[in-house]
């Protein structure tokens, strides 16, 4: 069965709340100085989901547009935004390349973990609508780096044998992504930063993690899916018997500045 995005994210938000990795704080520091964002700032978490990175730099900036077309991740965000006391979040219910936003009012746009999922060119060019002059759209991701390491190799080959469509990390979703802003006429070439960190999860917990991933908590065929998980429990117990390990992580900021 296939999947839009609206259906895969809406099904997924529970365990994508709960389990994604989070930004390290020097990644959050960068994105308010390549912004210079302060309180009369106002941006937009483009593909928002559940808010990692709306939430975060809410409190620097006025206004923050969070833009998704998943209403449950939305409505998790609104709520986790009601609890840590954040009144400046405005959810839009809309896809990035049509986001609704007025044109030309950001002073900086951000597509975090959703850029593989978009028509580029057609969010490049929203993008280049949305933004104020010579402003910054930073495209961001995390990814693994240990991706050598025993468990983590093994790990992949089990996912690619319950679900074989799968192509591997973000490593190869994100080769193209400098390619979209060279080719576009809207912005400058891209920069690229990274931001190393780590997580210690249990193996609960990286379970629960990989379950949040669209090619596994939907891509794995609902009646494989008990099989998966136990094949990945021995995986884990493998290589971490006392059920704890951390995993190596790069926050890879791609930033391009809009051109006029």
Partial sequence: ??????????????????????????ALNFLITLGELDKGSDIADIGSGTGRIALELAPHVRTVYA?????????????????????????????????????????????????????????????????KSHKQLAVIWNQATNTTDEYFVNMM???????????????????????HFEDSTYFEPSDRYTF??????????????????????????????PHFIEAAYQVLKASFPNGKFSEQYETVILAAQRNG
Avoid: C
């Fill in 157 to 179: 080959a089990l996912i690619k044998r319950y679900n074989p469509a799968y192509r591997g990390g973000s490593d190869i979703i994100s080769v193209d992504f400098p390619t």
């Fill in 67 to 131: 833009v998704d077309t998943a209403a449950v991740m939305l409505a998790q965000l609104q709520t986790s935004a009601e609890n840590t006391g954040l009144s400046n979040i405005q959810l839009i219910e809309a896809p990035a390349e049509a986001t609704t936003l007025p044109d030309h009012s950001l002073d900086l746009a951000i597509i975090a973990q959703a850029f593989h999922w978009l028509d580029k060119p057609m969010a490049l060019q929203e993008a280049n609508r949305i933004l």
């Fill in 196 to 225: 190393g960190f780590e997580i210690e999860y249990s193996t609960e917990e990286y379970i629960g993690f990989l379950l949040s991933k669209s090619y596994i908590g939907i891509g794995i065929a609902q009646a494989e899916l």
């Fill in 1 to 26: 069965m296939l999947f839009d995005n609206k259906t895969i994210f809406n099904a997924l938000a529970e365990q994508y709340d709960a389990y994604r990795p989070h930004y390290p704080a020097d």
